[in-house]
């Protein structure tokens, strides 16, 4: 450390007694007491709600800034745009649907069960229809699943742009969902007209008014694609597909066809407007790279972060992100307080499962210091997540999708952190 | 199971005892000998039921130990399923035997719903239309969003012009200068626009819409008629600008092996902080969004002292102090609108090219002057005739961009408010000195 940033500690630790002193005022010192705890409350005399208040309940009130959040000056219009899940203010790995982001290219639609139909057509031995019941008779699999939208972390390509967890990194969310195996379905209709598998397509669309539709090569919807009609026990929201919506583990999420209607078997990809004009990236040369489907290893601090200051001043400090990979399981995960000088391996909360997020954490002792928070995940290819450096190094500054960069947090001497780029 | 046989088993053990010296006790003192005698038959029972219950727990601390046994074997069957992943999760069984579910679909069920057109042009439906009626029904249908010219209103999309831009830094990807398959335009415009009206385009409408998209693009002329027979023929400009992934072969192959952890760089500055753009929105109650309060932030450094670098604390924060003359609402009320330019324009210290050139220095700065930026062919003339941003040109660029520099990259479409434009004028003077 050098001699001006020695100077400059001197005012930071000033700073965080100031913080440390307001945070246990609260809490009451050694010798006062304190009333919360001395004083008879409300609720400890009153009686409270009875059953039934909230048929389906909703998060306590005190929560209710735990919610999905919209840019809207990214887009032209709300019904065909993209919120962010307030994955700052969450633990854990599973995303509650109420609060996970929502992309729509025409509006999230109201679609009855009885209403749904799911046609399987093409190249296949008997085009079928099946109504939502149908789908319940097929056996099913439950699986845990990141959905990222390619775009997540786009609008930081150019430079440090949005101040918060839950806008660079927040088109994402991870669910347990239930459904049946996709391969399933298509056996049900046969694949022997399909003849060699090898070189087909399955092309999957939706029932709402951008119909959107992406083509998925046969390889992968014979693996490990479902036809999802629950997420986290229950049935799909309508934003996230209600009745029915696909789940392509580890792909990007555009192709998590919503209000799936109809799976055509065919010799070759559709190439959509969704796989063209979008979803493709453009290098400096001016030639562009398409069929990016796999979310390459990201990971993320979400505490602290820029919505998430540190409230305690110095001393213990958990350091909390989510880190993830469609290639398959996190290995493992480094921090770094310094900008990337120094890594630190961090204790994962639980082992990866494949294609699903993980969380991982850093209990450190924090001297109160500003800090420049950093992480990189490790997924079991061995990949390990590049810096922004290398990806425009690789890509050039053109491209939208696809930014799976290690992000930078700077924690000054308050514990208020702010989203920047180092050197 | 054995904390609950010692509850048992002790108080019976210690009973006895006592019993026993009380007995003793007695005898000496000399009481009657009936007394004694009902003692010592109390003596026996206890004995008695001492040894029943020691016999008891014997067997009970068998039962335990069988049970303790048992319980190991179990564990042990359970760790070598676990070792053996045997494990009863499983994946759904398949169908190879179909369950015969569903029904099959009929053949104007499939012409229904089967509307998809493939890039050799099957599926496409039997019709023709020129560019000149496509201007028409272009105008009715889609110029709301698209802009007359297809040059696209607000943030919707630009579908014409950007020829010759896709290794610039601002690519404009319309259909003229970036979809590569005709197909895809055709498709989209039949099935999934006008937005809010989709799939209500006849197939005639339709051959006309994309024959004047083509026009707009200068692709083709005003009376050239598309129609299902020559639509194969039509090859786009960026048919060949597209490869597909190879991040396995030239990133997935670097990017593997063990990473750096200690000293991996001499020192670290901080290039970039988002509160000088200020994009973020600012909804949201109690958790808005926090700005980093620090006005120099730190250079950290190795701690090995092999590098001699000379760390210094690097930036500013943007001074919020302006020149006295400038009214401070009016430069808050600039920030606000500023929102709108921010995706593409950086201002204050530190501040870099991004989509757009950097705005510092604005108001007297020569135009087409920003190093680094590829301007505009009209921007690089103005540079050259010496051009040079005073309010009144920015005010009457920002109203009307395209009408003020005709060919500017620059998509916004303009503020339409006075106040607006004189607060950014004032911000931008504030942020920017």
Known sequence: ??????????????????????????????????????EIQDWASITGAGVDETPYGM????EKDVVRRNVEWLTASPISSINFTPIHALDGTITPQGCAFERHHSGAIELRKEDYRLMINGLVDKPLVFQYTDLERFPRENHVYFCECAANTGMEWA???????QFTHGMIHNMEYTGVPLRTLLNEAGLGAAGDLKDKWVYVEGADASSNGRS??????????????KANGEALRMEHGYPVRLVVPGWEGNMWVKWLRRIEVSDMAVES??????????????????????????????????????????GPLVISGLAWSGHGKITRVDVSRDGGITWQTARLGRQGDTKALTRFYLDIDWDGNPMLLQSRAMDETGYVQPTKQQLREMRGENAVYHN???QTWFVDENGVAENVEVS | MSKSLNQVFLPVIGGTALALSAALLFANMDYGQKKIGSLEKRVEQVSLQAETANKRADEEAAVVSELRDKIAEIQEAAAARQANAADLTEVAPGNDGKLGLGREAQPAEVAAWDVDVLPDGRGLPEGKGDAYWGEEVFAEKCASCHGDFAEGVDNWPVLAGGFDTLGDKDPVKTVGS??????????????????????TLTADETYAIVAYILYSNDLVDDDFELSHENFAEFEMYNRDGFVIDDRPELEYAKWRGEPCMENCKPSVEITMRATFLDVTPEDGGESVMNHATADDTPTFVAAAPSTGTDATATEEAPSAAASPSVDPALVAA????????????????????????????????????????????????????????????????????????????????????????DAIAAYLKSVGE
């Not at chain 1, 430079?159 to 967890?165: H, I, T």
């Not at chain 1, 090569?217 to 479902?226: H, I, R, Y």
């Not at chain 2, 007297?364 to 005073?390: C, I, L, P």
Request: aromatic share 10%.
């Open chain 1, 404 to 406: 799976n960069c290690i």
């Open chain 2, 334 to 421: 600039g920030e606000k609108v500023f929102k709108k330019c921010g995706a593409c324009h950086a201002v204050g210290v530190g501040a870099k090219n991004k989509s757009g050139p950097h705005l510092n220095d604005l108001i007297g700065r020569q135009m087409g002057s920003v190093e680094g930026y590829k301007y505009s062919k009209g921007f690089v003339a103005a540079n050259e005739e010496g051009r040079v941003w005073d309010e009144v040109a920015l005010a009457e660029f920002l109203a009307k961009p395209r009408s003020y520099m005709k060919g500017t990259k620059m998509a916004f479409s303009g503020l339409k408010k006075q106040n607006d434009l």
């Open chain 1, 159 to 165: 430079g440090a742009q949005l101040n918060g967890a």
């Open chain 2, 178 to 199: 970036y979809w590569p398959y005709l197909s895809t335009v055709w498709d989209y415009v039949h099935r999934s626009m006008p937005f809010g009206e989709a799939q």
């Open chain 1, 216 to 229: 998925i090569p046969m390889e992968k919807a014979l693996d490990d694609v479902l036809v999802a009609f």
């Open chain 1, 1 to 38: 450390m050098d001699a001006k940033t020695r100077t400059s500690r001197r005012s930071f630790l000033k700073g965080s007694v100031a913080i440390a002193g307001a945070s246990v005022a609260g809490a009451a010192s050694a010798t006062e007491t304190d009333p919360l705890i001395t």
């Open chain 1, 59 to 62: 998060p306590i009130s005190f």
């Open chain 1, 273 to 314: 407007r969704e796989e063209t004009s979008k979803y493709t990236d453009v290098y400096e040369n001016g030639t562009a790279r398409k069929w990016t489907w796999v979310m390459d290893a990201k990971s993320v601090i979400t505490s602290p972060s820029p919505q998430m200051p540190i409230p305690h001043g110095k």
